[in-house]
């Protein structure tokens, strides 16, 4: 059975005291109300994972990093690598974000890099990808999404690939308030996972996490998770709001 995830994606939101306040909050409905085995994550800026480590030490909310340099350690000023997260520790990165993608242009290339690293520490990759309103207008989004997977993720040995979780994130339903419709979201996740088993076979594919993530609201949620292909959300906005949040973990 693959596991189901909620992450949640702070991006460049919450002051220190804002992100405590959010984490302690987040954990307790957890603790107090989670009872479906999904996997809550929170996926925080950097400056505040220590603090939310200690807050989630032990409970049911695991922890992710936005972002990971590609190299071990090195002159890269104002950089992270996957040791330093290691060593707070985290379990999870996100990698690959559109954002990232657009605003800092990392490709493909840069992007099987960082998987690269973070399987040598031992950390999980949250690989988003996804297509632009242009893309899927021309009706080639299938092929550009599998394109991703396989220019940066294709490389890795079965064993590393089982590793791997898969967050599908068109562009067009990121902070817009656009969601993809349960169908639409179905078909990409369907035709991910078949991609997958070409590559990898039936069984790697079926015990892949695929996530998708695009204005998943409490509204929303329950309709998206029903979907047989979709195995939980990352989560932008909704995950400011620890009640939202928690609400959208609780959908299944
Ligand atoms: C995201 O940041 O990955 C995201 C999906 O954002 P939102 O939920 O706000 O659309």
């Given amino acids: 059975m693959r596991q189901k995830i909620v992450a949640g994606n ?14 302690s909050e ?13 996997q809550v994550i929170l996926g925080c800026p950097f400056i505040h994972l220590t603090s939310v480590q200690k807050l989630t030490n032990g409970t049911k909310v695991a922890l992710s990093a936005q972002n990971v340099h590609q190299e071990e350690k090195g002159a890269y000023t104002g950089e992270v690598s996957a040791t330093m997260l290691k060593s707070v520790p985290v379990q999870y990165v996100i990698i690959g974000h559109s954002e990232r993608r657009e605003y800092f242009e990392e490709s493909n290339e840069l992007l099987a890099k960082k998987v690269d690293i973070l399987l040598k520490n031992e950390l999980i990759p949250i690989f988003c990808c996804g297509e632009s309103l242009a893309i899927r207008e021309a009706g080639n989004h299938v092929e550009y999404v599998c394109n991703q997977l396989k220019e940066s993720l294709y490389h890795l040995s079965t064993a590393d690939f089982s590793k791997i979780v898969i967050a599908y994130e068109p562009i067009w339903a990121i902070g817009t308030g656009v969601t993809a419709s349960a169908a639409q979201a179905q078909e990409m996740h369907l035709a991910l996972r078949n991609f997958i088993a070409e590559k990898y076979g039936q069984e790697i594919a079926d015990n892949t996490s695929i996530l998708y993530g695009g204005s998943v609201k409490p509204a929303n949620a329950q309709e998206l998770f029903a979907c047989p292909d979709v195995d939980g959300g990352l989560v932008g906005g909704a995950s400011l709001k620890s009640r939202d949040f928690v609400d959208i973990a609780k959908s299944f």
Avoid: R
Avoid at 29 to 34: C, F, I, K, P
């Fill in 26 to 38: 987040v954990v307790n409905m957890v603790q107090d109300e989670l009872t479906n085995g999904v």
């Fill in 10 to 23: 702070w991006k460049m939101n919450n002051n220190l005291n804002e992100g405590i306040k959010l984490t």
